[in-house]
Nanobody, 116 residues
Framework: QVRLIESGGGLVQPGGSLNLSCLAS????????MRWYRQTPGKEREMVAY????????SYPDSTKGRFTITRDNAKNTLYLQMTNLNFEDTAMYYC?????????YGQGTQVTVSL
């Protein structure tokens, strides 16, 4: 079955950086569009980065553009999210997401907390 395991979250000060990873298994990772989402209590899940199968196209919302970078290593079945210049509003649970037709699958998440 589809399995997504996120890691790399933690506590960071404003202006700091974190690198998230997502190890995928149970599906054709190289053939799947991948995304990172985040969610805070009481709010809807927000997509923060998107990458096509061959990494040719990536996309970011305004809230993360220029600060977050999504990459993937299809040989390692791993998705990454490099986050820089973090601010308080980036505090959230971050989820790796795979589109495996016809559904979206999410991992358990990794917590990112930006605090002094």
């Amino acid at each position: 079955q589809v399995r997504l395991i996120e890691s790399g979250g933690g506590l960071v000060q404003p202006g700091g950086s974190l690198n998230l990873s997502c190890l995928a298994s149970g599906f054709d990772f190289g053939g799947s569009t991948m995304r990172w989402y985040r969610q805070t209590p009481g709010k809807e899940r927000e997509m923060v980065a998107y990458i096509l199968t061959d990494s040719r196209i990536t996309s970011y919302p305004d809230s993360t553009k220029g600060r977050f970078t999504i990459t993937r290593d299809n040989a390692k079945n791993t998705l990454y999210l490099q986050m820089t210049n973090l601010n308080f509003e980036d505090t959230a649970m971050y989820y790796c997401c795979a589109y495996v037709y016809p559904s979206l699958f999410y991992g358990q998440g990794t917590q990112v907390t930006v605090s002094l």
